[in-house]
């Protein structure tokens, strides 16, 4: 069962903002990440945090973006401002399931891609005029 659960997407207006929520459960204090991915394309990377709280993001959203997390609380946050029409596109939040390291990211957002192996079933960001 899935257990990073996330929230907060929706329609947006361009120039506006939105917060996504991810329920992280035990993964907290691990790399995690939010992609997304827009119809007829590739799934791409967004943000990354690490145990430490280091961040990385896409070059399309630095600036715009902020990756954060409340470790008290188990979240991770995405808050979005800025929007632009092609910010549409399904989130997901993505956790490192390995539990060896020490929960480091290492690197951009893309970087990630491949030992994040927990995903949650995305939560739609709409943005239009």
């Known amino acids: 069962q899935a257990r990073l659960e996330e929230s907060g997407g929706g329609p947006a207006q361009v120039g506006g903002g939105l917060r996504l929520s991810c329920a992280a459960s035990?993964?907290?204090?691990?790399?995690m990440g939010w992609f997304r991915q827009a119809p007829g394309k590739e799934r791409e990377g967004v943000a990354t945090?690490?145990?430490?709280?280091?961040?990385y993001y896409a070059g399309s959203v630095k600036g715009r973006f902020t990756i954060s997390k409340d470790n008290a609380k188990n979240t991770l946050y995405l808050q979005m401002n800025s929007l632009k029409p092609e910010d549409t596109a399904m989130y997901y939040c993505?956790?490192?399931?390995?539990?060896?390291?020490?929960?480091?990211?290492?690197?951009?957002?893309?970087?990630?891609?491949?030992?994040?192996?927990?995903w949650g079933q995305g939560t739609l960001v709409s943005v239009s005029s």
């Open positions: 993505a956790a490192d399931e390995r539990r060896t390291g020490g929960g480091y990211c290492y690197g951009p957002p893309e970087n990630s891609y491949n030992f994040l192996g927990l």
């Open positions: 035990g993964y907290i204090y691990y790399c």
């Open positions: 945090i690490d145990r430490t709280g280091t961040s």
